[in-house]
């Protein structure tokens, strides 16, 4: 699959639940947005091979 992080692209292997990606890369939920080719994405949402997904840091502050 294709992975986006705060707009820098890579390739992984993973097959799995979105949360389950999360964890893998070490990034907590609450501090992010994904998209699974361009629609948001719940924890629970499967990835699959061929899907383009993109997690993106919110930035808190003011």
């Known amino acids: 699959m ?4 705060d707009s820098e692209r890579k390739r992984v292997r993973h097959s799995g639940s ?3 990606l999360l964890r ?5 939920r609450e501090e992010v947005v994904v998209k699974v080719n361009g629609k948001l994405a719940p924890e629970t949402h499967n990835i699959g091979a ?3 997904v993109e997690i993106i ?3 808190f502050g003011g």
């Open 50 to 52: 061929r899907d383009r």
């Open 18 to 20: 979105v949360g389950a």
């Open 57 to 59: 840091k919110v930035v």
């Open 24 to 28: 893998k890369l070490g990034v907590m």
């Open 2 to 5: 294709e992975l986006i992080v």
